[in-house]
């Protein structure tokens, strides 16, 4: 079965840094892009990274872009959020997410928190 698994969240002051890792089983991950969604508190969940199967195209939500790198080792089944200059606003539970065949399938998300 497809399984998510999220890593690498945790508490770090404003201007720090945090890489999230996403580990990925259950199907062939050379062959999907691949996307990182997060949800504050009392906010809907929202799209920060996406990437391509191959890691060529990637693409970023505005408030995050220069601060925040996706990408991804198809050796290992793996994406990466690398998130750099963090800011209290970005503060959320992050989610790793693939569509396969019209379905969504969600790890369980690793908290980042943002905050002196």
């Known amino acids: 079965q497809v399984q998510l698994v999220e890593s690498g969240g945790g508490l770090v002051q404003p201007g720090g840094s945090l890489r999230l890792s996403c580990a990925a089983s259950?199907?062939?991950?050379?062959?999907?892009?691949m996307r990182w969604y997060r949800q504050a508190p009392g906010k809907e969940r929202e799209l920060v990274a996406t990437i391509s199967n191959t890691g060529g195209i990637t693409n970023l939500e505005n408030s995050v872009k220069g601060r925040f790198t996706i990408s991804r080792d198809n050796t290992k089944s793996t994406v990466f959020l690398q998130m750099n200059s963090l800011k209290p606003d970005d503060t959320a539970v992050y989610y790793c997410?693939?569509?396969?065949?019209?379905?969504?399938?969600w790890g369980k998300g690793t908290l980042v928190t943002v905050s002196p």
């Open positions: 259950g199907f062939t991950f050379s062959n999907y892009g």
């Open positions: 997410n693939v569509r396969l065949l019209r379905l969504d399938y």
